[in-house]
């Protein structure tokens, strides 16, 4: 589902984010990503989602090389991925339903459809009660579930979280991990950004480790674990 075949990354300031990283991730897999911070695990997120593009390297995404992606199929492309960033980024001004109906308008989906699809999104994170709201009155974790709402709206294939849990307590972080691995039970490929050892420890799923290698730069290289 998800390969990175000797994938490096360097900025034009020349800051070198990602070496030599060989990884690859199954159809269904939910895994973590963890390294300090630097360490490029945002990079990585965004050479899958096209985001960015490597420097070297080849990054095979559901069996295409991102690499050969015409810029016109991009959206095609990203429409099967899902992205979950830790500041989500919704829109003030607009209703949780809104916020999570976006992506399914800019497609041009019938509004019935949209109707139906939010609806059944807001049901997985439990916040059907909450569409009519605006996010200024939800709370950290209601605002981060609105966000992983939108992000899994289309059904993606594949899940890319990136520090979901940042700001959250314990037991949100804890809450807002268990739905990602229902996303995954449901089928989706989940791969999660995160520095929180102890909640990774306690889902007990397949752990990849950013760490630095020693070049004649800093740079990030990969140690698989669990």
Do not use: C, W
């Amino acid at each position: 589902m998800i390969e990175f075949n000797a994938v490096s990354k360097q900025y034009p300031t020349g800051q070198l984010a990602l070496y030599n990283v060989n990884l690859k991730l199954n159809q269904g897999e939910m895994a973590f990503l963890t390294g300090h911070s630097g360490a490029g695990k945002s990079t990585l997120l965004k050479l899958i989602a096209l985001l960015d593009e490597p420097s070297s390297g080849e990054v095979i995404v559901a069996g295409q090389n991102t690499k050969t992606i015409k810029h016109r199929k991009t959206p095609a492309f990203r429409r099967n991925i899902g992205m979950i960033f830790q500041d989500h980024h919704l829109l003030l001004d607009r209703s949780v339903f809104d916020n999570i109906a976006l992506p399914l308008k800019i497609e041009g989906m019938r509004h019935q459809d949209i109707k139906r699809r939010v609806r059944a999104a807001l049901d997985k994170v439990n916040l059907l009660s909450k569409e009519d709201q605006f996010p200024m009155m939800l709370s950290a974790g209601e605002k981060q579930r609105v966000g992983i709402a939108r992000a899994v709206v289309n059904k993606p294939a594949i899940i890319l979280a990136d520090e979901p849990t940042g700001n959250l307590d314990p037991d949100l972080a804890s809450d807002i991990m268990h739905t990602f691995k229902q996303f995954n039970e449901y089928g989706s490929t989940v791969l999660i950004a995160s520095h929180d050892h102890a909640l990774i420890k306690e889902m007990k799923k397949r752990i990849i480790v950013l760490r630095k290698v020693k070049t004649t730069n800093t740079t990030a290289g990969l140690k698989n674990g669990r």
